[in-house]
């Protein structure tokens, strides 16, 4: 069984490297074992199509230097809060027994972030019930309940839980999320429409954030995430 230290499940393939692939660099540089489930092909984005971003994810996750990325095909757009896609979600938490999750934000521009979310943070708590049966490869999985469930902040402005100083990997990030040519500018990019995410502006914006967060603890650059459950650390010093 491969497991890993850190998972996130973010519905659409370039979530994650928006929304935390500093801190998922800075994880794999200390020796942790980091993954993302996608849990949708981005199917319904604008530009690309669901080969092209299949083809940008891996090559994002190889940048990153992932354990593993591996994509769920839960429905863009449509997928709800449900049993079906809870299983799935259950299957992949407990195949990959990981100590942190990190999900989508709880509530964004994108209807499907925070919808994703709920589905996640459902699954998160399922995963542990026994009763509750799955299988991988035919064999039945046994129950996982990760211990901590993060949420990275992504479009709206929202108030971050914790900071994590990712200075160190600013332009590795930059490079991952250009990775997905057909989703953000790309002057290469002609033959299909300009969208929210693809003007040079989105960019520029996603920095900003990262420098405002990584100003208040006194880093050039910070990603933010929020908890549900009061965090602790183990010494005063941890603080910063
Ligand atoms: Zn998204």
Not at 123 to 146: M, N
Request: aromatic share 10%; charged share 25%.
């Amino acid at each position: 069984m491969l497991k890993l230290d850190i998972l996130v499940l973010s519905v659409h393939p370039d979530d994650a490297e928006l929304g935390c692939s500093g801190t998922i660099l800075k994880h794999i540089a200390e020796g942790k074992k980091v993954g993302i489930v996608d849990l949708t092909q981005g199917e319904l984005g604008t530009r690309g199509s669901v080969e092209i971003r299949a083809a940008e994810a891996a090559a994002a996750a190889k940048i990153l230097g992932l354990t593993v990325r591996e994509n769920l095909g839960i429905p863009d757009g449509f997928f709800q809060n449900a049993k079906e896609y809870q299983l799935k979600v259950i299957a992949a938490i407990r195949k990959y027994q990981p100590e942190i999750i990190i999900a989508n934000a709880y509530h964004d521009r994108h209807p499907d972030h925070g919808r994703a979310n709920e589905l996640v943070e459902a699954a998160v708590f399922l995963s542990g019930l026994r009763k509750i049966e799955t299988f991988d490869d035919g064999k039945a999985q046994q129950e996982w309940r990760p211990s901590i469930l993060l949420h990275f902040i992504q479009d709206r402005y929202i108030k971050p839980d914790i900071l994590i100083d990712v200075t160190e990997y600013w332009d590795k990030k930059i490079e991952s999320i250009h990775a997905y040519g057909s989703q953000f500018y790309n002057p290469g990019w002609q033959d299909e429409p300009e969208t929210y995410i693809s003007s040079p502006d989105f960019i520029q914006v996603v920095e900003a954030r990262a420098r405002e967060f990584g100003k208040s603890i006194g880093a050039k650059y910070a990603e933010g995430f929020t908890s549900r459950k009061i965090l602790g650390v183990n010494s005063l010093f941890d603080l910063r």
